[in-house]
């Protein structure tokens, strides 16, 4: 059967879970955010719906949930965006797979949520981080005013073009926040990237150009170490002119992707503005993950989840047939197309004086069919000292793999030689620096669809600050791995022990009225929900009044002042 149906229909809504099996630890406390598109609706594509955020307590009784209950709470990301996307639909069309209009082109924030000091942060590859307070789950702020990111493409509208990343990264040193820009160059059918720092506060961001880094697809995530920052072209969705213009489409995904290396003291030495000075290295296969060990002394290594076998850029259509034959099941129009290879896991380390790298043995076999999503330790002995990786395996899923992909396809993957039935998700904990498999977990239905992986550490212990990146055990093995899975037959929470996911899960929570949960993307652990500190950060009013509305109805420049005028009052000065 195809992946459960409530996944593209069911609006994200508050319920309260409880403890249906196992006992749940004492230890295990804290706050679960986890980033969600909403419902597909019309959309043609279903990754690009606006964002939501959720919030799971790890302890019963909090955010109004009785005492023996835990608080499942959500709120859609009210950013400019989406508010005059609803207050003027009408303004709005496809525009590609995404959705903009006179107003400028829509921040979905979908994606993925990043904690950095108690504070909250919302992410999407086409758009701006927003800033969320933890405990209201309100929007306070996109980062950076559209002056000094620059747009990506010189289209008009309060509402910039921004070509970014969707997962920065918080630099625990520095106390910054590094992203990327993306200027798309038509003529030459690449992109140019510039690096972006954020500072934490004020309406601005700094940009530099780097020499010589362009290619020809997205940089879905960066990682980092103490001393460089690492950046890839995902080499997986590439846009297609052909299909924009309503031909079949007929891009393919990278068969390798460069990557480029920036020094961090260059950087800092170097004005905003002024070239940088990268290392280049490829890397085979395209990965849409990546996560550097962050402590460089011996070495510049990271762990890369391959996407050997998905495109993203091709999406399910109404007329589409499946793998196996049969016409693609109506819910699921408009979701990505599924593997059509085993993925891979390897340890990549870099050496940036030779320009060469070495690649681990990957880890690759029937097991490991659609790599999702993963769990780390994200504190900073985690992130300094890994051990473990935790990683979502969603199996082989003939429903939800396109003929006309497999077609365009043909010579990388053979379509006779996928398996004959489809196979359930697993949780496998990799060792860090080999990749070798050190447990797995494989759920016994097929009809569960297991979602994004969180470390919770058994002791959270204290730092300077009290922020997410404390932790006193190195590794992502001292905790829990919490797992939401989504079936069509009620939502759960499956709580594994992170030193042995192969015993399954220790606890479960469910809902009372077996709740159904639309699709969930990435996710993240605070240890407490406060509300966001006061800082300056941009506001929409003065923001949008740096831009040309000449473009706008009477109606529509209403709801435009309307929406600023409600967002000062809401956010405040």
């Not at 697809?217 to 080499?235: A, N, P």
């Amino acid at each position: 059967m195809p992946l459960p149906r409530c996944i593209t229909s069911t609006p994200h809504r508050d319920f309260d879970l409880k403890l249906v099996a196992g006992r749940w630890p004492d230890e295990l406390t804290g706050e679960l955010f986890i980033a969600a598109p909403g419902p597909k609706e019309d959309r043609a594509y279903g990754l690009f719906s606006p964002g939501h955020v959720l919030r799971l307590s790890l302890r019963p009784g909090r955010f109004g949930a009785p005492a023996d209950r835990f608080a499942w709470r959500t709120r859609r990301i009210e950013t400019p965006s989406s508010r005059l996307y609803r207050a003027c639909p009408e303004a709005f069309g496809s525009m590609g797979p995404g959705v903009g209009g006179v107003f400028g082109v829509m921040n979905m924030a979908n994606t993925a949520v990043l904690p950095w000091r108690g504070r909250l942060f919302a992410t999407w590859d086409v758009g701006r981080p927003v800033e969320l307070d933890p405990v209201s789950l309100g929007f306070l702020g996109e980062v950076g005013s559209t002056a000094s990111w620059g747009r990506s493409i010189p289209l008009p509208g309060v509402l910039p073009f921004i070509f970014s990343t969707a997962h920065p990264v918080v630099d625990p040193e520095r106390d910054c926040l590094w992203s990327v820009k993306l200027v798309p160059d038509f003529g030459a059918g690449s992109v140019q990237t510039q690096l972006v720092r954020y500072d934490g506060s004020g309406p601005r961001v700094k940009t530099w150009p780097i020499e010589g880094a362009r290619f020809n697809g997205t940089m879905h995530t960066i990682t980092q170490t103490r001393d460089w920052l690492i950046l890839i072209d995902s080499g997986n969705f590439k846009s297609d002119p052909g299909e924009m213009a309503g031909r079949p489409r007929s891009v393919r995904m990278n068969l390798e992707s460069p990557a480029f290396l920036l020094r961090k003291a260059d950087v800092e030495k170097t004005p905003p503005g002024q070239l940088l000075a990268m290392k280049r290295f490829l890397i085979a296969p395209p990965t849409g993950h990546f996560y550097a060990k962050y402590d460089d002394a011996d070495g510049i290594r990271a762990i890369f989840e391959h996407m050997d076998g998905v495109d993203l850029a091709f999406f399910l259509k109404a007329d589409d047939v499946d793998a196996t034959g049969e016409l693609i099941d109506p819910t699921q129009v408009g979701l990505y197309n599924m593997a059509m290879t085993p993925s891979s896991l390897s340890e990549i380390e870099f050496d940036p004086e030779s320009g060469s790298i070495r690649q681990s043995e990957r880890l690759r076999g029937e097991d490991t069919w659609n790599n999702q999503l993963s769990a780390m330790d994200w504190s900073l002995a985690g992130l300094s000292h890994p051990r473990v990786h935790h990683m979502i395996f969603s199996g082989y899923r003939p429903h939800n793999i396109s003929r006309r992909a497999l077609e365009v396809y043909a010579d990388r993957f053979d379509a006779k030689a996928l398996p004959a039935h489809e196979s359930p998700c697993r949780l496998v904990s990799v060792e860090r620096g080999s990749a070798r498999r050190l447990a797995s977990y494989r759920w016994p239905r097929t009809e569960d669809w297991a979602g994004s992986p969180i470390f919770v550490p058994r002791d959270p212990g204290s730092q300077p600050g009290g922020d997410e990146l404390a932790g006193s055990q190195p590794g992502g093995h001292e905790g829990y791995v919490v797992v939401p899975v989504i079936a069509d037959d009620g939502f759960r929470i499956d709580c594994f022990d992170a030193a042995d996911v192969s015993r399954g899960p220790i606890a479960q929570l469910a809902g009372a009225s077996r709740e159904r949960v639309g699709l969930i993307l990435h996710s993240c652990w605070m240890p407490a929900a406060r509300p966001a500190p006061e800082v300056e950060r941009l506001r929409f009013s003065d923001d949008y009044t740096q831009t040309d509305t000449s473009m706008l109805s009477d109606a529509q420049r209403r709801a435009l002042d309307q929406i600023a005028r409600e967002l000062d009052a809401e956010v405040g000065p």
